[in-house]
């Protein structure tokens, strides 16, 4: 298991994003060398967990639970043949591109170990956006993006800062007593809400917005 590439990205102003500033910073490449990764603070304060990474729209993005977001490569190879056309690392917006780790079948709360001493820890799946599928110039990209058997790709919290580089090897050092896979949690959080209320025994590595909608869909049924 492996980190081919680290990506990251600079704000530019755009006519599809629904930030307020008018910018995104989606448009990640490759860089070379090290690249520190850490903590970055709370949602909605916190930024990008990666040095020299921009994020535009703090509220959906960056923060503790969404430090970074990595995506497998072997799912952009799959998205290549659907789509017919090449997708670069980076080319969907991830921080992180992996080779060789089930990145969607990873349980949330599960650590990997990224070179010699960063540990990320799996937080939940990305949900598409209008930004996404604008940046990606793909009619119904939300819907299809949503339903795809491919998988969200994982947010990530930092556990040990450090640094990590392209060529890293990924270890995964710890997998919680549950069943709930980034996978699972993102049906459960799109397309088959009632599976809400089984993700919580994952409720202690949830990222704060998909544990807040599991949350608000138990209380709402329970008092119905």
């Avoid at 298991?1 to 995104?24: F, I, Q, W």
């Avoid at 947010?155 to 800062?161: G, T, Y």
Wanted: with cysteine.
């Amino acid at each position: 298991m492996t980190l081919l590439s680290v990506n990251v990205g600079r704000a530019k102003a755009v006519d599809y994003t629904e930030a307020a500033s008018g910018l995104t910073a989606i448009d990640k490449r490759p860089v070379e060398g090290p690249v520190r990764i850490e903590a970055p603070g709370p949602l909605g304060v916190g930024r990008s967990g990666l040095a020299g990474d921009t994020v535009c729209d703090l509220r959906f993005h960056g923060g503790g639970d969404r430090a970074a977001y990595a995506f497998a490569r072997e799912d952009l190879d799959r998205w290549e043949r659907e789509l017919g056309r090449p997708l670069a690392n980076g080319s969907f917006g991830e921080n992180l591109t992996t080779e060789g780790l089930d990145v969607n079948g990873a349980l949330i709360g599960e650590r990997w170990r990224i070179g010699e001493e960063v540990v990320l820890e799996v937080t939940g799946g990305r949900i598409p956006c209008r930004t996404f599928a604008g940046f990606l110039e793909e009619k119904g990209w939300v819907k299809r993006f949503t339903r795809s058997e491919a998988g969200p790709g994982a947010l990530l919290r930092v556990i040990v800062p450090g640094e990590i580089r392209a060529g890293d090897p990924i270890t995964v050092v710890h997998r919680p007593d549950h069943d709930i896979t980034v996978a699972l949690l993102h049906r459960a959080a799109t397309t088959e809400r009632t599976l809400l209320p089984r993700t919580l025994v994952a409720a202690e590595w949830m990222e704060s917005g998909l544990l807040d909608l599991a949350r608000q869909y138990v209380e709402k049924y329970a008092r119905a």
